[in-house]
């Protein structure tokens, strides 16, 4: 498979007269709604929506405050903070820079290989030979400007590696049929807190489930495991089930992650979620939205919940000490 110019699948018809929002109310309209193209307005009315580039997903794009998987991953408890995310927040006005990290743009390239989305080379720019690297002010002035224009960048060499991660799937039935669904959707909707929600799916399939790509060093069991708890997939799968579900009425009942690693030779896993683990990252995302949607009405960004609670050992550092013959019963 050849990083090429790929089809793309129609659009539905744009929906017209969906102006009440909250999931009881969209459930009556279950069915019903299909993609709307985005056409640079303000987002005020749910709905899946095609159109919607990344940049804008992630910026002020709804006619409130709004926030997407990767803000209540940072926010949720247990060890989630909401200061560390209000400091590069678009509601920042003081905001820290961000610094685009190229493995986004390695898994945003993958992505758009594999799910078959269109212009390929009008959504990413290739690091030019004249620059072996970043290290040079010339090169980094080149990268600034080309995500300044709209692209992601990419090094010479990750090209070779997303060919071969595609190639390495594209027998694989399975793995290709979860992908089989309407690619670069973004679902939109209002919160009963009212505050906007957001989810982009790598793809939005026919049937009741949702699958997405994760790009990995290690799709062993215990990798693909670790990967979950550390970058909270289960609440991304959770809200994009809550998302749909408050759109369209239609409830998710499986969910599918799907791992593969970069480098050679592009070993993989088709990981199903367990549906207790979902169901945990959907309280998860309610702790965190109903945090999300306070901290914006007080203007108050607490650091970690736990600050202030003592530090006491776990149970097994406990028994380790009081079964170890050598440390004595008695301190010194």
């Known amino acids: 498979m050849k990083v090429e110019t ?63 998987s990767s803000g209540l991953r940072e926010i949720a408890p247990p060890d989630g903070c909401p200061l560390k995310y209000w400091d590069s927040s678009y509601l920042n006005p003081d905001r820290a820079q961000q610094e685009v990290k190229e493995h986004f743009s390695l898994g945003n390239a993958v992505h758009t290989l594999l799910l078959g989305e269109t212009g390929f080379w009008e959504k990413f720019a290739v690091l030019p030979e004249e620059f072996p690297d970043f290290k040079t002010k010339a090169a980094r002035e080149w990268r600034d400007e080309t995500i300044a224009a709209g692209k992601m960048v990419l090094r010479r060499e990750a090209l070779e590696q997303i060919e071969g991660m595609a190639n390495r799937v594209a ?126 009405e007080r203007q108050f960004w607490p650091t970690y919940y736990g600050s202030g609670i003592t530090i006491s050992p776990s149970d097994w550092l406990e028994k380790q000490i009081d079964n170890e013959p050598s440390i004595p019963s008695e301190a010194a």
């Not at 929002?21 to 929506?49: F, M, N, T």
């Not at 290690?218 to 089930?241: E, F, P, W």
């Not at 593969?260 to 549906?275: F, Q, T, V």
Request: charged share 25%.
């Open 171 to 296: 027998n694989d039935r399975t793995f290709r049929d979860h992908l089989d669904g309407r690619v670069e959707r973004s679902i939109i909707y209002q919160d009963r807190t009212g505050v906007w929600v957001k989810a982009r799916p790598d793809c939005i399939p026919d049937d009741g489930y949702v699958a997405d790509l994760k790009t990995t060093n290690d799709a062993s069991d215990r990798g693909c495991a670790n990967a979950v708890k550390t970058y909270g997939y289960h609440m991304q799968m959770g809200l994009i089930g809550t998302a749909l579900e408050a759109v369209t009425g239609r409830r998710v009942t499986d969910h599918v992650l799907l791992f593969i690693e970069p480098k050679r030779p592009h070993a993989y896993s088709i990981k199903p979620l367990d549906n207790q683990y979902v169901w945990l990252g959907k309280r998860q995302n309610r702790a965190a939205l109903n945090i999300f949607a306070e901290c914006i």
């Open 6 to 68: 790929q089809n793309a699948r129609p659009v539905k018809s744009d929906v017209d007269g969906i102006t009440t929002v909250g999931q009881e109310a969209l459930g009556v309209l279950a069915g019903l709604s299909s993609d709307i193209r985005w056409a640079g307005e303000v987002i005020d009315r749910p709905g899946i929506y095609a159109g919607l580039p990344i940049g804008v997903y992630h910026s002020d794009c709804c006619a409130g405050p709004s926030i997407s």
